[in-house]
């Protein structure tokens, strides 16, 4: 984005890129593999299983996100990859090679952890020198590199100051540094955003896009609780919850079209209702009928009907619902309306209204046929999860 | 601060002062006093003289000074080695594991000095290892005595580590030496000379053992002051215990200085 005006004070190579070794250059460990694959990956401690048979292949040069709640077996997947978990079964791969029995520190893996762990005792150089030492890079390569890091996230003006006097969006960038610096093929990210306030996390996403677009061969596993995340950086999202991989896709599919409803309820907003399929292309909730595309679903059989709030509007049209209002808020740019239609809550996100309804009374809401979605009923446990 | 209004801090000075005073400096103070001292049969003492320190950091004191801070540096050095190592290896074993280092580094602590001393002597006075009569009994004593507090304090040290440095380091490709030397020992340094701190300063005043071990040609100070004050000799006794806590003390604040500049957090 801003490629052009970032300032180049450091003496750094003229190629300003550490993508893959470059030719003529020691390496750390041969080329740096690419890609991660996960064959069936189960972790359980002390007999209680965190996580749950995985498969899940990351292409080289791909950002899969992994989103879940807490304890859904996230992080645990992403300590699998890094080597600090080992499964009880199954094989991680990291670049087409089985590292299911190397410990940590043969993987050749960048990695950032939601604390940092910037080592208070060293410099920012230092820091970001570590993992070149430890990779026993060439001496007179070492500044070079470190600088060419630092310039990467930006920080080339603070090498030599100590972790302590930065700002936690500054140890954040050393950070990243520090896991770029060995020129890994796979970035591991275990929630680098959850320690930034709202503001500064936004700004840290676009500067991870741009890392991402100027890294293109490194694969990142981005471990998260909010989709936002998710679904700004990812290539592709993988949901998970209680353990197990709930959905994988693309970040427009898995909103569009989500396959279950825990995807549906935590890849962004969504009403859930509970309808019974009476013919093609028609369901009813309840006694109301609606049109909506019903797939292979076989008449008679029951499913969960999923619309987006935004995409449910005010007043008659196709696929009215009518009920009463139940809450209103105000949002700034948008109103949310709560309403209840037939015992079942439905929201609806609205631009700003004039004359928003008052509380309890009666309010007619509708949405196109196009804009919903028929999952399996009760899809992948998903109990107690609603709109 | 604990205490907001005036009065009520003024009345935890008083407090403070009325336990501090007597329990702890006025006994130090009656040594220093005692120490300058020709005679004392007043309430105060009379006729100052600094003889007994001219007599006290030369000939055999010095002797038994120097000794006594060979063998607190020794032992210390040695104690800080075995327990730093052995507290870094109970953090990585089982619960049970654990359990068993900790009750057998608390043994020493556990056990009155003498026995300690008992046990080293008859241990070491006979074939294959025949240590008795020679200065290494003694420091091996103040090592086993002194190790013992050096675990517990670079053991609480370690559980205090966030085990997310080590394992940003082996992340970043370091083996488990590299994290040791580069990261785990730097980040336990302040405690690692608190440690040394204490074992030193306590190995300086050691005396119940050493009394059943030392040989002729190794007397430690502490056993000097011992032997000026059982034969009578209070004031050179006090002119000795003068120097051993002002060395004690210049040797800690040295330490501490090492301490503040390697405390990063």
Request: hydrophobic fraction near 25%; glycine fraction near 12%.
């Given at each position: 984005m801003s490629r052009a005006t970032r300032a180049t004070p450091t003496p750094a190579p003229a190629t300003p890129v550490p993508t893959a070794p470059a030719p003529g250059r020691s390496a750390p460990t041969a080329p740096a593999p690419s890609g991660i694959r996960f064959d069936g990956v189960t972790v359980s401690y002390g007999g209680n299983v965190v996580l749950d048979r995985l498969d899940l292949t990351v292409e080289p040069g791909e950002v899969m996100a992994l989103l879940g709640p807490s304890g859904s077996g996230k992080t645990t997947a992403l300590r699998a990859v890094a080597g600090f978990v080992r499964p009880a079964s199954g094989r991680v791969f990291l670049g087409g090679r089985d590292v299911t029995a190397l410990p940590p520190h043969r993987r050749g893996i960048g990695m950032v952890v939601q604390s940092y762990a910037l080592f208070p005792h060293l410099k920012v150089k230092d820091n970001v020198a570590f993992g070149l030492k430890a990779h026993r890079t060439p001496k007179a390569e070492i500044p070079g590199r470190v600088a060419e890091a630092l310039e990467l996230v930006g920080m080339?003006?603070?090498?030599?100051?100590?972790?302590?006097?930065?700002s936690g969006g500054q140890q954040q960038r050393v950070a990243i540094a520090r896991a770029l610096a060995i020129r890994p093929g796979v970035l591991l990210l275990d929630e680098p955003l959850s320690a930034l306030d709202a503001r500064l996390r936004s700004g840290m996403l676009a500067e991870l896009a741009r890392l991402h677009r100027e890294l293109p061969d490194v694969s990142i596993l981005y471990v998260t609780h909010d989709q936002v995340e998710a679904l700004t950086l990812a290539d592709r999202i993988a949901v998970m919850d209680r353990a197990r991989l709930q959905d994988c896709g693309t970040p427009r599919e898995l909103y569009r079209r989500p396959r279950t409803e825990f995807t549906a309820s935590f890849v962004g907003n969504a009403n859930l209702l509970p309808v019974t399929v009476t013919g093609d292309g028609s369901v009813g909730l309840g006694d109301r009928p609606l049109t909506v595309p019903t797939g292979t679903a076989a008449p008679g059989a029951t499913a969960t009907l999923c619309v987006r709030p935004h995409l449910v509007g005010l007043?008659?049209?196709?696929?009215a619902l009518t009920g009463t209002v139940t809450e209103v808020q105000w949002r700034g740019s948008t109103h949310r309306l709560h309403a209840d239609v037939d015992g079942h809550p439905v929201m609806a996100d609205l631009r700003e209204l004039r004359e928003p309804p008052a509380l309890g009374t009666p309010v007619t809401l509708h949405f196109a046929p196009e804009d919903a979605v028929l999952l399996p009923a009760g899809a992948a446990g998903t109990a107690g999860v609603g709109p | 601060m604990l205490v907001h209004s005036r009065a009520g801090k003024w009345a935890t000075w008083a407090v403070f002062l009325l336990l501090f005073v007597p329990l702890f400096a006025v006994p130090l103070l009656v040594i220093l006093a005692a120490s300058l001292a020709t005679h004392w049969s007043g309430a105060f003492p009379s006729g100052p003289t600094v003889e007994r320190y001219a007599a006290a950091t030369s000939g055999d004191s010095l002797q038994a000074l120097t000794t006594s801070l060979v063998t607190a540096v020794t032992a210390s050095v040695l104690a800080l080695t075995l327990g730093g190592w052995a507290a870094l290896a109970a953090a990585s074993l089982r619960t049970r594991g654990k359990r068993f280092l900790d009750a057998l580094f608390i043994l020493p602590v556990a056990v009155p000095s003498v026995v300690v001393g008992l046990a080293v002597l008859v241990a070491y006075s006979k074939p294959p290892v025949l240590l008795n009569g020679t200065r290494w009994i003694v420091i091996l004593a103040h090592t086993v005595l002194v190790t013992a507090f050096a675990y517990q304090s670079v053991a609480a040290a370690v559980r205090r580590l966030d085990p997310m440095y080590e394992q940003a380091a082996a992340g970043l490709g370091a083996s488990p030496a590299r994290v040791l030397w580069r990261v785990r020992l730097p980040l336990l340094l302040p405690s690692l000379t608190s440690a040394a701190g204490l074992c030193f300063a306590l190995s300086m005043g050691e005396l119940s053992a050493t009394m059943m071990l030392y040989p002729p040609d190794w007397t430690p100070l502490p056993v000097q002051i011992f032997a000026a004050t059982d034969r009578g000799s209070l004031f050179t006794g006090a002119a000795l215990a003068v120097v051993l806590m002002t060395t004690t003390l210049l040797v800690l604040a040295a330490v501490s200085r090492i301490r503040t500049r390697a405390s990063y957090r």
């Open positions: 080339a003006t603070y090498a030599e100051r100590h972790p302590r006097e930065l007043g008659a049209g196709p696929n | -």
